[in-house]
């Protein structure tokens, strides 16, 4: 049996909840954007394989989308994200990367007016995520939840009209 409309539906889904988590990647929250260097975005992907007797279907992205999504306990506290099974592990490099992105290569002026450079930022930064941690961002969790709800009953009818071609098919020359 053919199962074409089965693998319509999960190719609408599957395209679905990559466009939905890379909107809310780019929407962001507190600090921008989720996606400064666009990477992210860029990796997800979904990949479905209908066969006569099973369904295969996975999602893709970069090897850091859980910590984001789920957020990251940190060394002192985990109350930005207390469910994450990750722990936080902010790198220097990264970090520098990602202040670059942001416009702030120069530095930036501290509370009191004084100069912080880049350098001290960075260092600021870092010991700020591994000390807290990280808010869980469910930018690809919320996307799939969202998605599966009307999912669920698409899958179920397009089966069905899968079933129905199929047995019109294998039951026209009997009679």
Not at 6 to 32: C, H, M, P, T
Not at 106 to 120: A, C, L, M, P, T
Request: aromatic residues 12%; glycine residues 8%; hydrophobic residues 30%.
């Amino acid at each position: 049996m053919e199962l074409k409309k089965v693998q319509e539906a999960l190719n609408a889904f599957g395209a679905s909840v990559v466009e939905r988590a890379k909107d809310n990647l780019k929407i962001g929250g507190k600090y921008g954007t989720h996606n400064a260097s666009g990477k992210l975005s860029n990796s997800l992907n979904y990949e479905s394989k209908v066969n006569p007797n099973s369904i295969e279907f996975d999602f893709y992205a970069e090897s850091y989308w859980k910590e984001l999504d789920f957020g990251t306990k940190g060394s002192e506290s985990s109350n930005k994200a207390p469910n994450s099974p990750y722990k936080a592990n902010a790198l220097r490099g990264s970090i520098d990367k990602w202040v670059v992105k942001k416009g702030l290569k120069y530095g930036v002026r501290g509370s009191k007016g004084q100069f912080i450079n880049r350098q001290r930022m960075v260092t600021l930064i870092t010991n700020s995520i591994n000390r807290t941690g990280t808010p869980e961002t469910k930018f690809f969790r919320g996307a799939f939840d969202q998605e599966y709800k009307s999912f669920d009953e698409n899958i179920a009818d397009k089966y069905g009209l899968d079933l129905e071609a199929f047995l019109k098919f294998t039951l026209k020359d009997i009679k």
